[in-house]
């Protein structure tokens, strides 16, 4: 079954300090990765997409890396900041005729002043 | 470039009411997206159109939901009648060309269901 499992699912850290959310996947065979980022209320936005051959991208200060032979990623968020208070949702893509899209269940971050 | 629009915001019913939403894609975005997102959840699938064809409803709860796409522009998904358990955010999303390729998604800010 494809899967897509997130964690933490929760996580408070302080303004300014750094952390990594983790995303593991079973979708195979796998097109690309995506990292999400919903604020409360709002619609997911797009932080990142990776292909296969790619190990890291980086969007300002959130930097996502990817081990397509383990099946997993990261989503590293430096200095953090409290606007990066939101969900983290990864979402992985099926290389099929339709290239289904798996959601993670998202992790949940809060930045404390 | 304008977003997805999707309305109503917010919609508050009984049980067994019906409910209607819709969904403008960005132009030119031939593959268009139905989730559910329920509190604290990521989304699930209800139902992908490519242009006016339906790609997947494998998860679409038939008996309940449905949704249309008929010009392959606009959709809009409708549940009746409405359990207590639809109470989610009804997501749209869309992206150009083949559905789930390495293009730009681009979500709606949602639609919010309350069922009493």
């Known amino acids: 079954k494809n899967q897509v499992e997130q964690s933490p699912q929760s996580l408070i850290i302080l303004e300014g300090k750094n952390c990594t959310l983790q995303?593991?996947?079973?979708?195979?065979?796998?097109?690309?990765l995506r990292w999400y980022k919903q604020d409360t209320g709002r619609g997911p936005v797009s932080l990142t997409i990776m292909t296969f051959s790619e190990n890291t991208k980086s969007n300002g200060r959130y930097t996502a890396t990817l081990d397509a032979d383990t099946k997993q990623s990261s989503l590293h968020i430096t200095a953090s900041q409290l606007s990066d208070s939101a969900s983290y949702i990864c979402v992985v893509s099926l290389f099929n005729a339709g290239n289904m899209l798996t959601f993670g269940g998202g992790t949940r971050l809060m930045v404390k002043p | 470039e304008a977003g997805v629009a999707q309305s109503p915001r917010y919609k508050i019913i009984e049980k067994r009411q019906s409910v209607a939403f819709w969904c403008n894609p960005i132009s030119g975005h031939a593959t268009l997206y139905w989730y559910q997102q329920i509190l604290g959840q990521g989304p699930k699938l209800l139902i992908q159109?490519?242009?006016?064809?339906?790609?997947?409803d494998s998860q679409l709860p038939k008996d309940r939901f449905s949704a249309e796409r008929l010009k392959g522009v606009d959709s809009t998904l409708k549940i009746q009648p409405a359990k207590l358990e639809d109470s989610a955010v009804y997501l749209c999303a869309s992206t150009s060309g083949l559905a789930g390729g390495a293009g730009e998604l681009f979500f709606g800010e949602g639609s919010r269901l309350t069922v009493l």
């Open positions: 995303c593991n996947y079973t979708v195979s065979p796998f097109s690309n």
């Open positions: 159109f490519q242009n006016n064809g339906v790609v997947d």
